[in-house]
C-alpha cells in the first residue's frame, strides 16, 4: 500500500540553525500538508500546499517558515532560524481531494525535531 | 474555531472487552475521520465519515456520526492487544482544508 515517507526519523539542530524536513507523498495525491505535535499537545495544522503554492497556513507558520515542493516528488518544510519551541514532532500528510471531495489525509511517520 | 473534545483521556480495558470512545465537536462536522497513533510514530487512517447517522466498520472497530454531526463515538469490540495505542479524531471545517484533532485517548490492553 503506498505511504508518505519522511526523512529523517531524527533530528536534532542547534538553536539559530537551519533545519530541512523532507517527506515524499503518495504520488497521485495532489494536496500536502504539514502538522506538528508539541511533547503530551494535540496535532496542529501548520499548513497546505496545492497546484505549486500555499492553499492555507496557521498562525503558527510564521515567516521563519517556508515549503517547498522542489520536484515531482519531494515536499519540503524549511524553518530558517530554529528556536528551542520548534521541539516537536512534524508530520507530512497527503491526499487525492479536499473541500467537497472529501478525501482522508494519509500521515507520515514524523520526524522528531530537537532543538538545543 | 472548531474544537475537538475526546472522551475519555485514558481507557484501560482487558482484552477481550468492548470498549467506546467519544468525540465532541464545538461546530457541525463535515468531515470526522479516525486516526490510531502508535507512541512516536505517524497516524493510521482507520475511518471517514461524513453524513449524519452514518456508521462505518473495519474489522473490530466501528465508528458512527450522530444525525446533528457534532459528536462522533468509535467502539471496538472484543479487544486485542493490538489495539492498544492513542486514538485520534480529526475534523475539516467547511471550506478549510486542515484538520483539527482532538487531544487523543490512549488505550491500554491488558491481557
Known amino acids: 500500500e503506498p505511504e508518505v515517507t519522511q526523512t529523517p526519523s531524527h533530528q536534532v539542530t542547534q538553536m539559530g540553525q537551519e533545519v530541512i524536513l523532507r517527506c515524499v507523498p503518495i504520488s497521485n495525491h495532489l494536496y500536502f500538508y504539514w502538522y506538528r505535535q508539541i511533547l503530551g499537545q494535540k496535532v496542529e495544522f501548520l499548513v497546505s500546499?496545492?497546484?505549486?503554492?500555499?492553499?492555507?497556513k496557521s498562525e503558527i507558520f510564521d515567516d521563519q517558515f517556508s515549503v517547498e515542493r522542489p520536484d515531482g516528488s519531494n515536499f519540503t518544510l524549511k524553518i530558517r532560524s530554529t528556536k528551542l519551541e520548534d521541539s516537536a514532532m512534524y508530520f507530512c500528510?497527503?491526499?487525492?481531494?479536499?473541500?467537497?471531495?472529501?478525501?482522508?489525509?494519509?500521515f507520515g511517520d514524523g520526524t522528531r525535531l530537537s532543538i538545543l | 474555531s472548531q474544537e475537538l473534545e475526546q472522551s475519555p483521556q485514558s481507557l484501560i480495558v482487558q482484552e477481550g472487552k468492548n470498549l467506546t470512545i467519544n468525540c465532541t465537536s464545538s461546530k457541525t462536522l463535515y468531515g470526522l475521520y479516525w486516526y490510531k497513533q502508535k507512541y512516536g510514530e505517524g497516524l493510521i487512517f482507520l475511518m471517514m465519515?461524513?453524513?449524519?447517522?452514518e456508521e462505518k466498520s473495519h474489522e473490530k472497530i466501528t465508528a458512527k456520526l450522530d444525525e446533528k454531526k457534532q459528536q462522533s463515538s468509535l467502539h471496538i469490540t472484543a479487544s486485542q492487544p493490538s489495539h492498544a495505542g492513542i486514538y485520534l479524531c480529526?475534523?475539516?471545517?467547511?471550506?478549510?482544508?486542515?484538520?483539527?484533532f482532538g487531544q487523543g485517548t490512549r488505550l491500554t490492553i491488558n491481557p
Open positions: 500546499f496545492y497546484n505549486n503554492e500555499i492553499s492555507e
Open positions: 500528510a497527503s491526499s487525492s481531494g479536499t473541500g467537497s471531495n472529501n478525501q482522508p489525509q494519509h
Open positions: 465519515l461524513q453524513k449524519g447517522g
Open positions: 480529526g475534523a475539516d471545517a467547511q471550506g478549510a482544508q486542515k484538520l483539527v
